[in-house]
């Protein structure tokens, strides 16, 4: 498959994984079918030790597009929308991936992007990291697994609150509440996820999280 949103290669038995469509890195249809596409051929793979999901730019990813989302939810039905659950599954394979899979977050994470992010086992964010479901404002939520994963990151309450709301959560609040892991320097991110894979012990368990994190 020829890939335009997003770069794929493997070195060192390492899968990175590139949102390249700067500035934005827009999470569009061609997105979710390229995304599905290599998901797909990650749990295939018997070689591969970890996964990296970054972005080329200044910014990780602005989200969804956001005319795509709306014209999703512009029907009279009130069941979720096909597209969405189709868009949720590869979302859900990569969580349950059983290799290290790492996203490195710089500048805006919002929205589609935001659970992304969530879906990764560990989340390391540059010092100018923005995250924010702002889902709220166009009257909907986040549909792509979102609201669970904030949950199991930082609480039913703390979740609650970030999809209500709205808000926008600095790097250093990320890191405070849960949302993310580690915080480092932007041109560090990548060098840091790759040595958090290699740290792992090969019989990799998701569950020893903090184990990993601590080492």
């Given at each position: 498959m020829n890939l335009n949103s997003l770069n794929w290669q493997i070195r060192e038995n390492i899968g990175f994984l590139t949102l390249n469509s700067p500035p934005r890195n827009e999470m569009n249809s061609l997105f979710f079918q390229e995304f599905s596409y290599i998901i797909n051929e990650v749990e295939k793979s018997e070689s591969l030790i970890g996964l990296i999901?970054?972005?080329?730019?200044?910014?990780?990813?602005?989200?969804?597009?956001?005319?795509?989302?709306?014209?999703?939810?512009?029907?009279?039905?009130?069941?979720?929308?096909?597209?969405?659950?189709?868009?949720?599954?590869?979302?859900?394979?990569?969580?349950?991936?059983?290799?290290?899979?790492?996203?490195c977050i710089k500048g805006i994470c919002f929205g589609s992007a935001l659970e992304l992010a969530l879906c990764a086992h560990f989340r390391i964010a540059g010092n100018n990291a923005l995250l924010s479901f702002p889902e709220t404002g166009f009257d909907i939520i986040p549909g792509l697994g979102g609201i669970y994963n904030a949950q199991q990151c930082i609480g039913s309450a703390q979740a609650l609150e970030l999809v209500l709301t709205g808000n926008t959560q600095s790097a250093t609040e990320a890191k405070n509440s849960g949302l993310v892991d580690i915080i480092a320097p932007k041109k560090e991110l990548n060098n840091l996820a790759q040595q958090l894979i290699k740290s792992c012990t090969v019989n990799y368990r998701k569950e020893l999280k903090s184990i990993y994190l601590n080492k």
């Open positions: 999901i970054d972005a080329d730019g200044r910014h990780f990813s602005s989200g969804a597009n956001i005319k795509q989302l709306l014209d999703l939810f512009n029907t009279d039905n009130d069941k979720t929308p096909e597209l969405l659950q189709q868009n949720s599954i590869p979302f859900k394979k990569l969580s349950q991936l059983e290799i290290p899979v790492v996203a």
